[in-house]
T-cell receptor, first 115, second 111 residues
Framework: GAGVSQSPSNKVTEKGKDVELRCDPI?????LYWYRQSLGQGLEFLIY????????KSGLPSDRFSAERTGGSVSTLTIQRTQQEDSAVYLC?????????????FGPGTRLTVL | GDSVTQMEGPVTLSEEAFLTINCTYT??????LFWYVQYPGEGLQLLLK?????DKGSNKGFEATYRKETTSFHLEKGSVQVSDSAVYFC??????????FGAGTRLTVKP
């Protein structure tokens, strides 16, 4: 079946602009995660959605970052007033039930470059 | 908090050499442990996992054993191939269901 998909694959924006990144998880997966991969920080957790529960936002680096998950499926990560340090690859992952033994399946990522 | 420390690279080996990439973890309980691989130009893929102590994960000739006594999950392969060249990430999940990753180890295998 189809894996996790993300769009766009690349995004170049100017400092101060807002960007939206999209993630389509694997059908039937109840848990969805956002991570960021950058040279200086490695792979960092950002936010976690599980079913209809309130999301775990503990990894979001600032209030410029927010995410939604509509209808328990597609998710959008929004970065407002982008800064150069936001440049990174943003990865989305999904898992069947969100438990600690579950495998997380990753999308190809969105490479964000802030000029 | 929960964390993973893995051997820093880069690692360069000749084809058919033995590979070990060390990974140790810190957690208040018993996390699930994973190795993910990122081939050049591709996304993260699960290589193997172990969800309880003494479990051995294996895939594509790679193995790792969950050692509670040494809090380790070292990745091994008896004979590497050029196609194994990639970045390898050790990771754990415990409390919050978010995955904590090591810094990654870049492996280059030369013919």
């Amino acid at each position: 079946g189809a894996g996790v998909s993300q769009s766009p694959s690349n995004k170049v924006t100017e400092k101060g602009k807002d960007v939206e990144l999209r993630c389509d998880p694997i059908s039937g997966h109840t848990a969805l995660y956002w991570y960021r991969q950058s040279l200086g920080q490695g792979l960092e957790f950002l936010i976690y959605f599980q079913g209809n529960s309130a999301p775990d936002k503990s990894g979001l680096p600032s209030d410029r970052f927010s995410a939604e998950r509509t209808g328990g499926s597609v998710s959008t990560l929004t970065i407002q007033r982008t800064q150069q340090e936001d440049s990174a690859v943003y990865l989305c992952a999904s898992s069947f039930s969100g438990t600690r033994t579950d495998t997380q399946y990753f999308g190809p990522g969105t490479r964000l470059t802030v000029l | 908090g929960d964390s993973v420390t893995q051997m820093e690279g880069p690692v360069t080996l000749s084809e058919e050499a033995f590979l070990t990439i060390n990974c140790t973890y810190t957690a208040t309980g018993y996390p699930s442990l994973f190795w993910y691989v990122q081939y050049p130009g591709e996304g993260l893929q699960l290589l193997l996992k172990a969800t309880k102590a003494d479990d051995k994960g294996s895939n594509k000739g790679f193995e790792a054993t969950y050692r509670k006594e040494t809090t380790s999950f070292h990745l091994e392969k008896g004979s590497v191939q050029v196609s194994d060249s990639a970045v390898y990430f050790c990771a754990l999940i415990y409390n919050n269901n978010d995955m904590r990753f090591g810094a990654g180890t870049r492996l280059t295998v030369k013919p």
